[in-house]
């Protein structure tokens, strides 16, 4: 399995507090623990993904995805300053892709879509977006100047439902996390729709620990992810994100920076 969503929370690297709130400590090691304790979750690899309260910190990213090993890639946030060298070094440790927090503060939109076309144009980068599908109509200009975007949990409600089903529709990524978090009532409804109107959109992650989610994840929310694709399970449980990730090209870095 590739787990799509993973939080890292290394407490030897700097946290910044967001609207009041600092996780608790979730390392690499406490995440193998975890999921060994889940019967049924078998992961060999998947994006650590960097939170709001990591800021535009690398160290803690480079880290992890050094720990974590090959098969493992990295999702981060950038600053606006961030350098074109910056950017292909970042690459080059295994770093596939920019967040962008919608729903933890303003942002410039016309800087956002700068940015991630940027890092497209620089290393292929998608850009991914924690957002609540209630936005998506009005962030539809933006996303049409984009050349790869996937959306964080569902897009979070069913309120947005149609304008994120037309989002998949050209082409858009959906991850299937964070079910704990979202104010999503049939999880396996959406999941159903957004898989029949593209089979490769979804992408399965833990979203590991949790942090502020009402619940977080459970090895039953397996069984509604495979009520909902059916016979295409293996390719959201691991080959639709290992697609878009790249991860091939991320192992062999990986592999050559271990043998350098």
């Known amino acids: 399995m590739f787990d799509a969503h993973v939080h890292i929370i290394d407490p030897r690297f700097p946290l910044v507090e ?8 979730f390392t690499v090691p406490d995440y193998r623990s975890r999921v060994a304790t889940l019967e049924g979750l078998s992961v060999d690899g998947g994006a650590v ?18 720990e974590l090993g090959p098969g493992w890639v990295g999702v981060t946030a950038l600053g606006d300053d961030v350098t074109d060298k910056e950017i292909v070094d970042l690459d080059a440790l295994g770093v596939r892709a920019v967040r962008f927090n919608l729903r933890r503060g303003a942002t410039d ?11 497209f144009d620089l290393a ?17 200009p933006v996303f049409a100047k984009l050349p790869a975007v996937s959306i964080d949990h569902l897009g979070m409600s069913t309120r947005g439902l149609p304008y994120l089903l037309n989002l998949v ?37 833990t979203d590991l620990p949790g942090t502020r989610a009402r619940r977080a994840f459970e090895i039953h929310d397996l069984d509604v992810i495979a009520d909902a694709v059916g016979d295409d399970l293996p390719a959201v449980m691991g080959g639709n994100a290992r697609a878009w990730y790249r991860c091939e090209r991320a192992s062999a ?4 920076a271990a043998h350098s």
């Open 169 to 205: 529709d050209r082409g858009v990524r959906v991850k299937a996390t964070g079910f704990g978090r979202t104010t999503i009532s049939d999880v396996g409804d959406v999941l159903r729709q957004i898989h029949a109107v593209n089979p490769q959109a979804l992408m399965f992650g």
């Open 49 to 66: 993904v960097t939170a709001s309260y990591q800021g535009t910190d690398q160290e803690y990213l480079k880290t992890a995805l050094a």
């Open 253 to 256: 870095h990986a592999r050559n």
């Open 18 to 25: 967001n609207h009041g709130y600092l996780p608790e400590p």
């Open 109 to 119: 939109l016309r800087q956002l879509a700068d940015l991630a076309n940027r890092a």
């Open 124 to 140: 292929g980068w998608h850009a991914e977006f924690y957002v609540d599908a209630t936005l998506l109509l009005s962030l539809e």
